[in-house]
């Protein structure tokens, strides 16, 4: 069987659900190979039981590193114009948020400078950002919009986002979130605005195919669960997948309203109930766990975890990339963060940038864990265990990096 390639002497980190036991939910196989054709992996296993007839095109060695599935950053907000490290830094200084809000700044910044920049100068300000993804071995990212909140920039920006995807060797997932926040022509009427997103934004991007999900901010600050309900039913009647942004700040039933309209993911979580982590165990929605907001905005409320284990919901991360509260790039510090922060476990950290990250993207058919017939997104570390790209942070612990099998960052020798 001739293939286009075969790796060799490699541990692997599968990351495999029929690879997993209870004594070694990573999946691991010691010593093993991959053979990859046209784009997919085509052969796993032991290296002594790689088939005689398989026939390289070309055959790397990759002496005894690890391999895992390309790493899945599920939950960013990746295009935007501008920053706010000047507000940030006025926050240390002692302005509080609504101060600086007066002044024009918060969201209302974000969403003014991301208004004021054409899709051109969106692409190219996000080919710059996401350089750091590609060199940690990301091979897939959503990307949300949020920051436009009118029809034609909300449509530029997930227009952006696509084009990012056919520019990069990147999957790019891209996720509606016209339901951000209620823009300054709305002011004090989020129900009108709700029904311009249904009326009149809604059937575009579904007409244009720009969006694969579409997100709601289920919170006091912005949309109620009512008008999130509303919002995402309409999304789901024209055939697109749902997500969360779910009890980050409150209690608002956000979770169980995920699992009542079968989300693919319910994000942030911190207030999450019991009963909401029920639903979502129920309705096998994937619980997304963002670190890196919990980080920046000094939070003492952790997410429900022993609950989320005990009713065993699949729990993702993601760095939440955003220029207001997770200015982070860099998905290996959110599984150190998870650890340290969160107290998960260096397993169930790897499995939330891989498997679990590809179910909270509807992606678990295709990516997210090296299995015959997935595509061939593969990370290869210079790392004695793989636990080791949870332990540390400030490394670089790529070697090489493929998406659907070829070579993004090439080995080096």
């Not at 919009?145 to 060797?169: N, T, W």
Request: charged share 20%; proline share 5%.
């Amino acid at each position: 069987m001739k293939v286009d390639c075969i790796l060799t002497h490699l541990n692997l980190a599968t990351m495999a659900g029929e690879m997993a036991s209870a004594d070694d939910p990573l999946g691991i196989v010691l010593e093993g190979a991959l053979a990859l054709h046209e784009g997919k992996i085509v052969w796993m296993g032991p290296s002594r039981d790689l088939p005689a007839d398989l026939d390289g095109k070309t055959v790397v060695d990759l002496r005894g590193r690890w391999a895992t599935p390309g790493l899945i950053d599920c939950h960013t907000h990746l295009i935007y114009g501008g920053n706010r490290a000047g507000e940030w830094q006025a926050r240390l200084e002692g302005a509080s948020y609504q101060e600086i809000a007066a002044q024009g700044g918060g969201i209302a910044a974000t969403v003014a400078a991301t208004r004021a920049s054409s899709q051109e100068q969106l692409v190219g300000i996000a080919i710059e950002r996401v350089k750091p993804w590609i060199a940690e071995g990301v091979t897939t990212i959503e990307i949300k919009s949020g920051y436009g909140l009118s029809l034609d920039d909300e449509v530029k920006m997930l227009a952006a986002a696509r084009e990012l995807g056919r520019l990069l060797p990147l999957r790019v997932k891209t996720t509606f979130l016209g339901a951000h926040t209620v823009p300054p022509e709305f002011s004090g009427r989020p129900d009108d605005y709700v029904d311009f997103l249904i009326r009149e934004v809604l059937p575009v991007v579904s007409r244009l195919k720009l969006a694969d999900a579409v997100d709601v901010f289920c919170e006091t600050i912005a949309f109620s669960k009512s008008q999130s309900m509303r919002y995402l039913v309409e999304a789901k009647s024209l055939g697109l997948d749902v997500k969360i942004h779910a009890d980050q700040l409150t209690d608002g039933d956000g979770a169980r309203l995920a699992a009542t309209l079968g989300a693919l993911s319910a994000d942030h979580l911190e207030f999450t109930s019991d009963s909401g982590v029920l639903a979502l165990a129920a309705a096998g929605t994937v619980a997304v766990l963002l670190p890196g907001a919990f980080y920046s905005l000094r939070e003492t409320r952790f997410p429900p975890l022993a609950a989320l284990r005990a009713h065993r919901v699949p729990i993702a991360i993601a760095t939440d990339h955003n220029p207001g509260t997770s200015p982070c790039a860099s998905l290996l510090l959110i599984l150190n963060m998870a650890c340290t922060l969160f107290r998960m476990t260096p397993t169930e950290s790897l499995l939330g940038v891989t498997r679990h990250a590809a179910r909270a993207l509807g992606l678990e058919e295709e990516t997210g864990s090296l299995t015959v017939g997935r595509a061939a997104d593969i990370a290869i570390w210079d790392v004695g265990h793989v636990r080791e790209l949870c332990y540390g942070f400030g490394a670089r612990p790529l070697h090489a990096s493929l998406k659907a099998g070829v070579w993004v960052n090439p080995p080096r020798a």
